[in-house]
């Protein structure tokens, strides 16, 4: 069965070019082992695919390097960093948890402070605040581009343009932004932007990429990191070569096509804030569950993901959300796909509201052999005052990121 496959966020579709790369270099080295592999994939492995990634990134082909993942380049190159009890690191509420591991690594090493940048009441980063807190002490700032479980899209070359001329590092995750959104890392002026080649690149698995900033990679010389499978790589390479010829393909309106879908339909939440272009809508029913919701849409042939809330772990726990769904395009969907989401989750809605009723039904017939209780039809007299229960109020103290 064919399906509207509206996951790229999570894993992009390979593109049947890239799929027969990584497949032939795959059994390469199953035949002949690495050293063989290498030796036939040569400047692909040492120079072309760089070059690519530098083009991509807008920056020399020599400031990127290759990864097993985004959360591994990010790790790494942290640990490159000499911070002192005195330093503060900035993060934001749409830090993933895997970055946010890393980073209260780094606080636990260094004993210094963590601290998180506040969002406006739309969503955005509060930029004003930023401005209004910045100092020397600021020895990191950690942003994700755009986030992964709500698509919000924060303004990264607004970010850097404000930390110009102090002391801080500034580290961009991109990984649910590159190959989606345009992403010109001199531009954005960071010294560290990582980013996965699986997504919207739509590359393969266990790979990932960086560009490190000369002075950040002057603190990491001399450290070696895992490299990725060069089979893998070989199919980045195409992927990347694949990206170049699809990005200028109409999907860009898309996105509103699917946000007009879940506005108009009852029940739907959308947790989407900012103006959009990510590509990436989260939503949530009032009363069924996301992983029912998202089992029933498979079925059918349409395929989202379903988030949790340790995902961001400082983001959406503080809005009460405990699971929610997200849907993504890009330019392998179609309209159609829109339209068949469309159709499939109002026939899944239906169906599980139905199914609920039935369960609550059910719920309220009494079992075999059981009594019911009998129904008063007067209320007893009060005999004495009434007095009302009161509860003490209390002061809860949660432990944030600085802890």
């Given at each position: 069965?064919?399906?509207a496959h509206?996951n790229t966020?999570?894993?992009?579709r ?5 799929r ?7 059994a390469?080295?199953?035949l ?6 290498e030796?036939r994939?040569?400047a692909?492995l040492?120079?072309e695919?760089y070059a690519?990634?530098?083009a ?5 082909a ?6 097993e993942?985004?959360a ?5 190159c942290l640990s490159?960093l000499?911070?002192?009890p005195?330093d ?5 509420p ?8 890393a980073?209260r690594?780094l606080?636990?090493?260094a004993?210094?402070a963590?601290e998180?940048?506040p969002?406006?009441a739309d969503?955005e980063?509060?930029l ?5 807190h910045?100092d020397?002490d600021v020895?990191?700032v950690s942003?994700t581009h755009v986030?992964?479980t ?14 110009a001329?102090h002391?801080?590092r500034?580290a961009v995750?991109?990984?649910?932004s590159v ?10 002026g960071?010294?560290?932007?990582t980013?996965?080649g699986?997504?919207?690149?739509r ?9 490190v ?6 603190l ?5 990191h895992?490299?990725?499978?060069p089979a893998?790589?070989?199919?980045l390479h195409?992927?990347l070569a694949?990206?170049?010829a699809a990005?200028l393909?109409?999907w860009?309106?898309l996105e509103?096509?699917?946000r007009?879908?879940l506005?108009r339909t009852?029940g ?7 103006a ?10 009032a ?5 029912l919701i ?6 059918r042939?349409?395929v989202?993901?379903?988030t949790v809330?340790?995902?961001t772990?400082?983001h959406?726990p503080?809005?009460g959300v405990?699971?929610a769904l ?7 969907n179609t309209p159609?796909?829109v339209t068949r989401?469309?159709e499939?989750?109002?026939d899944?809605l239906?169906e599980l509201r139905?199914?609920l009723?039935?369960e609550?039904l059910r719920?309220?017939e009494p079992?075999?052999g059981?009594?019911?209780?009998p ?5 007893p007299?009060?005999t004495?005052?009434t ?5 003490r ?11």
């Amino acid at each position: 069965m064919n399906t509207a496959h509206l996951n790229t966020a999570g894993t992009g579709r390979m593109p049947a070019a890239v799929r027969a790369v990584l497949a032939d270099a795959t059994a390469r080295d199953d035949l002949y082992g690495p050293y063989d592999l290498e030796e036939r994939l040569g400047a692909v492995l040492h120079t072309e695919v760089y070059a690519r990634l530098g083009a991509l990134l807008g920056v020399p082909a020599a400031h990127t390097a290759l990864f097993e993942g985004a959360a591994d380049a990010f790790a790494f190159c942290l640990s490159g960093l000499a911070l002192t009890p005195g330093d503060r690191i900035w993060t934001t509420p749409y830090e993933g948890v895997a970055h946010l591991t890393a980073l209260r690594a780094l606080r636990d090493r260094a004993h210094c402070a963590l601290e998180v940048v506040p969002l406006r009441a739309d969503g955005e980063l509060d930029l004003e605040w930023m401005a209004a807190h910045l100092d020397e002490d600021v020895a990191l700032v950690s942003v994700t581009h755009v986030a992964a479980t709500v698509g919000t899209v924060s303004p990264v070359e607004a970010v850097g343009r404000l930390l110009a001329g102090h002391r801080a590092r500034y580290a961009v995750d991109a990984s649910h932004s590159v190959g989606r959104l345009p992403v010109d890392a001199a531009a954005i002026g960071c010294d560290l932007l990582t980013a996965d080649g699986w997504r919207f690149l739509r590359g393969p698995d266990a790979i990932g990429f960086a560009y490190v900033a000369p002075a950040l990679r002057a603190l990491l010389s001399g450290r070696a990191h895992r490299q990725p499978a060069p089979a893998a790589v070989a199919a980045l390479h195409e992927a990347l070569a694949h990206h170049a010829a699809a990005a200028l393909l109409p999907w860009r309106d898309l996105e509103a096509a699917l946000r007009a879908v879940l506005e108009r339909t009852p029940g739907i939440e959308l947790l989407t804030a900012g103006a959009g272009g990510s590509g990436i809508l989260a939503f949530r029913h009032a009363e069924l569950p996301a992983a029912l919701i998202r089992r029933a849409l498979a079925r059918r042939g349409v395929v989202v993901w379903k988030t949790v809330a340790q995902e961001t772990p400082l983001h959406l726990p503080a809005r009460g959300v405990t699971t929610a769904l997200r849907a993504s395009v890009h330019y392998d969907n179609t309209p159609e796909d829109v339209t068949r989401f469309d159709e499939a989750l109002q026939d899944v809605l239906r169906e599980l509201r139905e199914d609920l009723r039935k369960e609550e039904l059910r719920a309220r017939e009494p079992r075999a052999g059981e009594r019911t209780a009998p129904v008063r039809l007067h209320a007893p007299t009060a005999t004495g005052p009434t007095r009302t229960p009161t509860r003490r109020g209390h002061l809860s103290l949660v432990q944030g990121a600085a802890s």
